[in-house]
């Protein structure tokens, strides 16, 4: 997973590689109105981290892959039942609902890694090597626009991706809501990832002839990535912005719902 991001990051600087022109990070940003300053002038996507917030956010997408790999994609429940106040018993594996498509991407990714990691271990030269490195990072990436992608209808909380960022809202050791402030900081890097990601789906497809990167990305956005939508980033964009409202104020229970 840090392969693919730091790939995708590299396109993003100046040099002979580089795809991201101002336009398209202005474009990228317009799905936050969050984000629109007092100027009314769109703050534009920023590439630019610093090494230790370079790791924590490459840290949440492969943790988002781990959430993935033990909740989402098993038959087997991860999580154990707890009851509601009607005495019902629900876990987050009865709610969330992965497309087909999304379990035959993950599939081939665990057949992938399997794979290699079986190499490893018992010392096998495999020619194709980079191959399976470069087929394993398609494949992470095709698997992250189909979850971006997800168009969830009412039913927001089928989303692996929501379901994930749900978790993040509550602390693990005492069950209680997350400060708002630290929960938008999580939510901001789930955001930035998916920025990073659109982009570079997007370049790559523009190197394949199939289309200009900025058109490509304001189609994503517009489509994707913006409160009014029924999709995963619809919700947590909104999420988002009644953070940065209410992160300076107590919010009761019943409002956090």
């Given at each position: 997973?840090?392969?693919?991001l730091r790939?995708?990051?590299?396109?993003c600087?100046?040099g002979?590689?580089?795809?991201?022109?101002?336009?398209?990070?202005?474009v990228l940003?317009?799905?936050?109105p969050s984000?629109v300053?007092?100027?009314?002038k769109?703050r534009?996507?920023?590439p630019y981290?610093?090494?230790?917030s370079?790791?924590?956010y490459?840290?949440?997408?492969?943790?988002?892959?781990?959430?993935f790999s033990?909740?989402?994609?098993p038959?087997?429940y991860?999580f154990?039942p707890?009851?509601?106040n009607?005495?019902k018993t629900?876990?987050?594996e009865d709610i969330?609902?992965a497309t087909?498509e999304?379990l035959v991407?993950?599939?081939?990714i665990?057949?992938?890694?399997k794979?290699?990691r079986?190499?490893?271990?018992?010392?096998?030269?495999?020619?194709?090597?980079e191959?399976?490195?470069s087929?394993l990072k398609?494949?992470?990436?095709?698997?992250?626009?189909?979850?971006i992608?997800h168009?969830?209808?009412?039913?927001?909380y089928e989303?692996p991706?929501?379901?994930?960022?749900?978790?993040?809202?509550?602390k693990p050791?005492?069950?209680?809501?997350?400060?708002?402030?630290?929960?938008n900081?999580n939510?901001?890097a789930?955001i930035?990832?998916?920025q990073?990601l659109?982009f570079y789906?997007s370049?790559?497809?523009?190197?394949?002839?199939?289309?200009?990167?900025?058109?490509l990305v304001?189609?994503?956005?517009?489509?994707?990535?913006?409160?009014?939508?029924?999709?995963?980033?619809?919700e947590?964009l909104?999420?988002?912005?009644?953070?940065?409202?209410?992160?300076g104020?107590s919010?009761g229970?019943?409002?956090?719902?």
């Open positions: 997973m840090e392969s693919l790939d995708a990051h590299r396109l600087f100046d002979p590689d580089c795809m991201l022109t101002y336009q398209c990070r202005v940003s317009r799905f936050q984000q300053d007092l100027t009314g769109t534009p996507f920023d981290k610093g090494p230790k370079l790791v924590t490459f840290g949440m997408a492969l943790r988002f892959v781990s959430y033990r909740v989402v994609a038959d087997e991860h154990s707890a009851a509601d009607d005495g629900m876990r987050p969330i609902q087909e999304q991407v993950w599939q081939d665990h057949e992938m890694a794979q290699m079986m190499n490893e271990q018992t010392g096998t030269d495999d020619d194709d090597e191959g399976y490195n087929d398609n494949r992470l990436l095709q698997l992250w626009m189909l979850i992608c168009a969830t209808g009412a039913r927001r989303s991706l929501l379901s994930f960022c749900a978790m993040l809202s509550i050791s005492t069950k209680s809501w997350m400060e708002p402030g630290n929960f900081s939510l901001s789930i930035w990832i998916v990073l659109v789906d370049a790559l497809k523009e190197q394949q002839g199939s289309g200009k990167t900025l058109k304001k189609a994503y956005c517009d489509q994707y990535l913006q409160q009014t939508v029924e999709t995963p980033m619809g947590i909104r999420w988002r912005l009644l953070l940065f409202k209410v992160s104020a919010v229970t019943h409002e956090a719902s």
